[in-house]
T-cell receptor, first 112, second 112 residues
Framework: ETGVTQSPTHLIKTRGQQVTLRCSSQ?????VSWYQQALGQGPQFIFQ???????GRGNFPPRFSGLQFPNYSSELNVNALELDDSALYLC???????????FGPGTRLTVL | SQQGEEDPQALSIQEGENATMNCSYK?????LQWYRQNSGRGLVHLIL?????REKHSGRLRVTLDTSKKSSSLLITASRAADTASYFC????????????FGGGTRVLVKP
């Protein structure tokens, strides 16, 4: 167990809808990163939050947005869902300057 | 886009045998990490090797890094059925924040 939790575990949405995924970081970690993992592929970096500010973004459109709260929990929001958004969404927490990230179990999103 | 390629894509071995998988990457890195993923769930950090290191051991794991060839290998000795999983390499360029770039993974099946 890494101490990182994510909710919900599974989610089914239809194309065009909006979704919010949640992540609770390991205690003491002030940095959270989000990754998208399509079936059969490696995770791809979406963005990172550090002390409630976005601290880097991967090659994802603006309809992917995030928030980090003062208690360092985090949300990933995706608007105007597309079929290709179907994937496992992983969050990972770490402490500033540390190399190792601790991953949550993921949220599997299916877009119909 | 993914930083690296992993080879082989899939590996099937008998319990007790060694498993070797390779990772190649494209740009200079600060460190390279290996993660394990069971059945499409969260990633578990296995080992980290820095760019100025050539070899590292952790239990039954041995990792090598050749920065001149931009490649790394992961060796699992005396494999067990519980080692059945997907294994991913991830590189960190060392820019602000630790944003990992993953390879496509090697799926390992250890038969009892």
């Amino acid at each position: 167990e890494t101490g990182v939790t994510q909710s919900p575990t599974h989610l089914i949405k239809t194309r065009g809808q909006q979704v919010t995924l949640r992540c609770s970081s390991q205690s003491g970690h002030n940095t959270v990163s989000w990754y998208q993992q399509a079936l059969g592929q490696g995770p791809q970096f979406i963005f990172q939050y550090y002390r409630e500010e976005e601290n880097g973004r991967g090659n994802f459109p603006p309809r992917f947005s995030g928030l980090q709260f003062p208690n360092y929990s985090s949300e990933l929001n995706v608007n105007a869902l597309e079929l290709d958004d179907s994937a496992l969404y992983l969050c990972a927490s770490s402490f500033e300057g540390a190399d190792t990230q601790y991953f949550g179990p993921g949220t599997r999103l299916t877009v119909l | 886009s993914q930083q690296g390629e992993e080879d082989p894509q899939a590996l099937s071995i008998q319990e007790g045998e060694n498993a070797t998988m390779n990772c190649s990457y494209k740009t200079s890195i600060n460190n390279l990490q290996w993660y394990r993923q069971n059945s499409g769930r969260g990633l578990v950090h296995l080992i980290l090797i820095r760019s100025n290191e050539r070899e590292k051991h952790s239990g039954r794991l041995r990792v090598t890094l050749d920065t001149s060839k931009k490649s790394s290998s992961l060796l699992i000795t005396a494999s067990r059925a519980a080692d059945t999983a997907s294994y991913f390499c991830a590189t960190d360029k060392g820019a602000a924040g630790n944003k990992l770039t993953f390879g496509g993974g090697t799926r390992v099946l250890v038969k009892p």
